[in-house]
C-alpha cells in the first residue's frame, strides 16, 4: 500500500476572533452573586445541622468580569484514493461455465441454483470528511450544543485585538491543541485504499470566542473555606461551583498570535507521520 505524505493546510484568514456582548450587567450578577452565596461551598456544608454557612459568616472577599474561551474548527479532509476490489456479478445462464471479457476469461462458479463471476477492479475514488465542531477552551465537560446556542442566540462582534487588561481566561486547551484534536478525529475515519495520491487536511475557520462570565469569591470565615459563585453574562445562568482562575492572558491578543503553531506541530499532528504543514501559504517542516 502507498500512502501519500499528508499535507494540513490552513488557510489566510482562518484564525479569527470574536467577543460576545454582555446581556446582563456586573451589577445585577453581584446581585444574584449574593443570594446564592450560601450555596458556594457545596451541599453538605449548608446541609450540616452543626455547622453551616450563614449571612453574618459569609463575606465577598474578590469579584472579576472575566471573558472565558471556546474554539469553532471547521476543516475538511481531502483525500484521493485507489481502492482494490472484488466485484461478484450474478450470472444468470445456469449453463455457462466461463465468461470472457476484453480476453480476460472468468470462471464461473455455481452454487445451487445461482453462479457469478469474480471481478478484481480499481476504483478511482475521491473522498471528503468533514470535520465542524465547537469546544470549550477550558476543558470542561460542556456539550458543543450549548456553545453553539450561544451563536445562533446572542450577538458577537470580530475584533481585530483585545486588550491585555482584558481579563481573558488562558485556554487549557490552547489552538495547537485543538488543531491536533481535530487532524485525529479526521484520521480516525478510516479510508479503504490501496493507494492513497493526495491526502489533504484543510482548515478553513479557526475561531476564537470569548464570553463575558462574572465571577464572585466568598470567604466563609469560621470554616475557612472559600467558594466561588460564576454568572453567565450572556444567560444570567448561576453556577454555584465556580473557578477562580489565576492564568490569564497578559498580553494584547490578536488573530495573528492565534498562529501559534510551531515547526514540532508538523511531528505531532500524526506521531511517526509524515506531515506537511502550510500556514497561510507558508510552508513548514
Known amino acids: 500500500m502507498a500512502i501519500a505524505q499528508q499535507e494540513v493546510s490552513i488557510v489566510e484568514g482562518a484564525n479569527k476572533l470574536f467577543v460576545f456582548d454582555e446581556i446582563y450587567s456586573f451589577r445585577a450578577a453581584q446581585e444574584q452573586a449574593e443570594k446564592k452565596k450560601l450555596n458556594a461551598f457545596g451541599v453538605m456544608a449548608k446541609l450540616n445541622p452543626l455547622k453551616r454557612p450563614r449571612e453574618d459568616t459569609v463575606q465577598l472577599s474578590r469579584k472579576e468580569s472575566r471573558l472565558e474561551p471556546y474554539w469553532h474548527i471547521e476543516a475538511t479532509k481531502v483525500v484521493d484514493y485507489d481502492c482494490q476490489i472484488t466485484y461478484q456479478i450474478p ?133 475557612y473555606k472559600t467558594g466561588v459563585i460564576e454568572v453567565n453574562g450572556l444567560t444570567g445562568e448561576v453556577i454555584e461551583d465556580g473557578e477562580w482562575y489565576k492564568d490569564k492572558i497578559g498580553q494584547l491578543l490578536t488573530p495573528e498570535m492565534l498562529m501559534d503553531i510551531s515547526v514540532d506541530l508538523a511531528g505531532e499532528l500524526v506521531p511517526g507521520g509524515g506531515i506537511i504543514l502550510r500556514v497561510a501559504g507558508q510552508l513548514i517542516q
Open 91 to 223: 450470472i444468470h445462464n445456469p449453463y455457462v461455465q466461463s465468461i470472457q471479457i476484453n480476453n480476460d476469461a472468468y470462471e464461473v462458479t455455481h452454487s445451487r441454483d445461482k453462479a457469478k463471476i469474480d471481478v478484481t477492479a480499481l476504483e478511482t475514488c475521491h473522498r471528503k470528511i468533514f470535520y465542524d465542531e465547537l469546544l470549550d477552551g477550558l476543558k470542561r465537560d460542556i456539550k458543543s450544543a450549548t456553545f453553539k446556542s450561544y451563536n445562533e442566540k446572542y450577538k458577537f462582534q470580530e475584533l481585530s485585538e483585545v486588550a491585555e487588561d482584558s481579563n481573558v481566561i488562558e485556554p487549557l486547551l490552547p489552538q495547537q491543541a485543538a488543531i491536533q484534536q481535530a487532524c485525529a478525529m479526521l484520521n480516525s475515519d478510516a479510508v479503504n485504499a490501496h493507494n492513497i495520491h493526495h491526502n489533504t487536511i484543510i482548515f478553513n475557520n479557526i475561531h476564537l470566542f470569548l464570553v463575558p462570565v462574572f465571577a464572585f469569591e466568598f470567604v466563609w470565615g469560621t470554616a
